[in-house]
Nanobody
Framework: QVQLVESGGGLVQPGGSLRLSCAAS????????MGWYRQAPGKGRELVAL???????EYEDSVKGRFSISRDNAKNTVTLQMNSMNPEDTAVYYC???????????????WGQGTQVTVSS
C-alpha cells in the first residue's frame, strides 16, 4: 500500500507565494521521479514540475523562473515552491510519484488526492 499525503494549498494573492509538500509512504520501492501536476477547471491535467532521482528537473514553460521543485530522498518528500503567482496558476495540484515497487515489473505512477490552489485578490 502506497500513500501520498499533500499539504500546503490554499488562497494567495497575485504576486504571492505558496509551498506545496508531498510525503510518500508505504511499500513504494525505488523512486524514479517525483513531481507535481495541475488541473484547472475545464482543462486537462498538465505537468508542472518534475525531479528525477538524480536531481534533474523539468518545468512547464509558464512556471519557469517562478516555481522550484526539490526533494528529500531520505524522507521521500517532494516540495514545490511557487513564487510570483498569478491567477492562471489556479488549479488543483496533484503530487505524482513514479517508482519500481517490489514484485512489480516496470514503473508505477502514484497520485495524491489533490490540493486546491487559488490565486485571487
Amino acid at each position: 500500500q502506497v500513500q501520498l499525503v499533500e499539504s500546503g494549498g490554499g488562497l494567495v494573492q497575485p504576486g504571492g507565494s505558496l509551498r506545496l509538500s508531498c510525503a510518500a509512504s508505504g511499500t513504494i520501492g525505488s523512486i524514479v521521479a517525483m513531481g507535481w501536476y495541475r488541473q484547472a477547471p475545464g482543462k486537462g491535467r498538465e505537468l508542472v514540475a518534475l525531479i528525477s532521482s538524480g536531481g534533474n528537473t523539468e518545468y512547464e514553460d509558464s512556471v519557469k523562473g517562478r516555481f522550484s521543485i526539490s526533494r528529500d530522498n531520505a524522507k521521500n518528500t517532494v516540495t514545490l515552491q511557487m513564487n510570483s503567482m498569478n491567477p492562471e496558476d489556479t488549479a488543483v495540484y496533484y503530487c505524482n510519484v513514479r517508482s519500481t515497487p517490489p514484485s512489480v515489473i516496470g514503473i508505477v505512477a502514484y497520485w495524491g488526492q489533490g490540493t486546491q490552489v487559488t490565486v485571487s485578490s
